[in-house]
Nanobody, 115 residues
Framework: QVQLVESGGGLVQAGGSLRLSCVVS????????MGWYRQAPGKQRDLVAT???????NYADSVKGRFTISRDNAKNTVYLQMNSLKPEDTAVYYC?????????WGQGTQVTVSS
C-alpha cells in the first residue's frame, strides 16, 4: 500500500522560506513521478512542480526561480524548497505520486504567507 505523508508547512512572512517534505511508503518511489500541487481556498488544485525518476523537473510559471523540487530515493522522500514566498503562495500543498495508471495523494500541509 502506498502512503504519502507531508510535513514542513506553517506560517511565514513574505520573503521567507519553507521546505516541504513528503515521505512515501512502498517500493515504487524510485521509479515514480513525484510532484507537488496546491489549492487555495475557493480555487482549483494546481500543479506546482514535478520531478521524474531520473530527476527531470517541471515548474509552474508562478514559482519558477523561487521553488525547487528534489528527491532522495534512498529516503523515499521528495522535497519542495520554497524561497521568496509571497502571500499568493498561501494554500494547502499536496504531495503527488504517479505510477502507471495510478495516482496517490498525501493529506496536505498548510502554507500561509503573511504580508
Amino acid at each position: 500500500q502506498v502512503q504519502l505523508v507531508e510535513s514542513g508547512g506553517g506560517l511565514v512572512q513574505a520573503g521567507g522560506s519553507l521546505r516541504l517534505s513528503c515521505v512515501v511508503s512502498g517500493s515504487i518511489f524510485s521509479i515514480a513521478v513525484m510532484g507537488w500541487y496546491r489549492q487555495a481556498p475557493g480555487k482549483q488544485r494546481d500543479l506546482v512542480a514535478t520531478i521524474t525518476s531520473r530527476g527531470s523537473t517541471n515548474y509552474a510559471d508562478s514559482v519558477k526561480g523561487r521553488f525547487t523540487i528534489s528527491r532522495d530515493n534512498a529516503k523515499n522522500t521528495v522535497y519542495l524548497q520554497m524561497n521568496s514566498l509571497k502571500p499568493e503562495d498561501t494554500a494547502v500543498y499536496y504531495c503527488y505520486l504517479a505510477f502507471g495508471p495510478k495516482n496517490y495523494w498525501g493529506q496536505g500541509t498548510q502554507v500561509t504567507v503573511s504580508s
